[in-house]
């Protein structure tokens, strides 16, 4: 069975940075499908960066300020996020393996437990 372990999740003040690990372990999956997703309270999940066969994809509403980043030795994938905003906060995702390169949460297999981001004005 895939297990994914994120870390680095947290409480910063706006302007901050952070930077979410995933490392999976077990099972089957694909890293060349590796990405990180985020869902706040009363919202639906959505994806934020992607690397998909070796390319990065990353929303338009965070781009400048996330940064998605992969250790295929390690199978581990990265997200640096600077100049946090408030709206920021919720809990954040990665996955691995998918049927479609999507920010879309549906083609996606494997997903962690999440972590918590908050980010305070």
């Known amino acids: 069975q895939v297990q994914l372990v994120e870390s680095g999740g947290g409480s910063v003040q706006a302007g901050g940075s952070l930077r979410l690990s995933c490392a999976a372990s077990?099972?089957?999956?694909?890293?060349?499908?590796m990405g990180w997703f985020r869902q706040a309270p009363g919202k639906e999940r959505e994806g934020l960066a992607l690397?998909?066969?070796?390319?990065?994809h990353v929303r338009d509403s965070v781009k400048g300020r996330f940064t998605i980043s992969q250790d295929k030795a390690k199978d581990t994938v990265f997200l640096q996020m600077d100049s946090l905003k408030p709206e920021d906060t919720a809990m954040y995702y990665c996955?691995?393996?998918?049927?479609?390169?999507?920010?879309?949460?549906?083609?996606?297999?494997?997903w962690g437990q999440g972590t918590q981001v908050t980010v305070s004005s």
């Open positions: 996955a691995v393996g998918a049927s479609a390169c999507s920010y879309s949460p549906s083609p996606w297999h494997n």
């Open positions: 690397i998909c066969s070796g390319i990065r």
């Open positions: 077990g099972g089957a999956y694909n890293t060349n499908f």
